[in-house]
Antibody, heavy 122, light 106 residues
């Protein structure tokens, strides 16, 4: 069974830090282009960061310099280190895989976790 | 690149046709996807690369358009289709989503 499971969310004070994990099963983190996406309560989706197979990383401007994406191939896990958190970072955080098939990759994320809720208090 | 979705809300009866719009602030080429999201669930990929249905997606869903103007069409809305729909684009190394269209029951 192919799935993504996020963990590490919770309540944190403004200015604090949190590390989210995304455990992959049935697929390999080293063979997948992996992303973090968040959704504030009652709001739309916001793409945050990508970790490409070859190791290229990119961030949305809203989190650049505060969030750090990483992966551990031996643990088959993707991470998101979040520092200097603000109330505006309160959201459900999802990890998601870019859709690829037969060596070709497409525009779309075909596999999502259920998300983990991060609440930043003031 | 900013994606503008319209309308914000679409009220329909089952069996009606739904046409959702996504307009990009500059050309995104063929790099556009559509998602469906229901309350308490993660998004589900419906359409990738403008017009290709993802695995398991019913044929009543279709995508089209080019350059800056794109549409998602539901030919005959089923009760399970009432949800929020998002478009997404990719440019070089980053991705953005539109703000969504809520499709609800009239």
């Amino acid at each position: 069974d192919v799935k993504l499971v996020e963990s590490g969310g919770g309540l944190v004070q403004r200015g604090g830090s949190l590390r989210l994990s995304c455990a992959l099963s049935g697929l390999s983190v080293s063979d997948s282009h992996m992303n973090w996406v968040r959704q504030a309560p009652g709001k739309g989706l916001e793409w945050l960061s990508v970790y490409y197979i070859a190791g290229t990383i990119n961030y949305a401007d809203s989190v650049k310099g505060r969030f750090t994406i990483s992966r551990d191939n031996s643990r088959n896990t993707l991470y998101l280190q979040m520092d200097s958190l603000s109330v505006e970072d309160t959201a459900v955080y999802y990890c998601a895989r870019r859709y690829c098939n037969d060596g070709n990759c497409f525009t779309g994320f075909d596999l999502w976790g259920q998300g983990t809720l991060v609440t930043v208090s003031s | 690149i900013v994606l503008t979705q319209s309308p914000a809300t679409l009220s329909l009866s089952p069996g009606e046709r739904a046409t959702l719009s996504c307009r990009a602030s500059q050309s995104v080429g063929g790099h556009l996807a559509w998602y469906q999201q229901k309350p308490g669930q993660p998004p589900r990929l419906l359409i990738y690369d403008v017009s290709n249905r993802a695995s398991g997606i019913p044929a009543r869903f279709s995508g089209g358009g080019s350059d800056t103007d794109f549409t998602l069409t539901i030919s005959s809305v089923e009760p399970e289709d009432f949800a929020v729909y998002y478009c997404q684009q990719r440019t070089d190394w980053s991705w953005t989503f539109g703000l969504g269209t809520q499709v609800d029951i009239k």
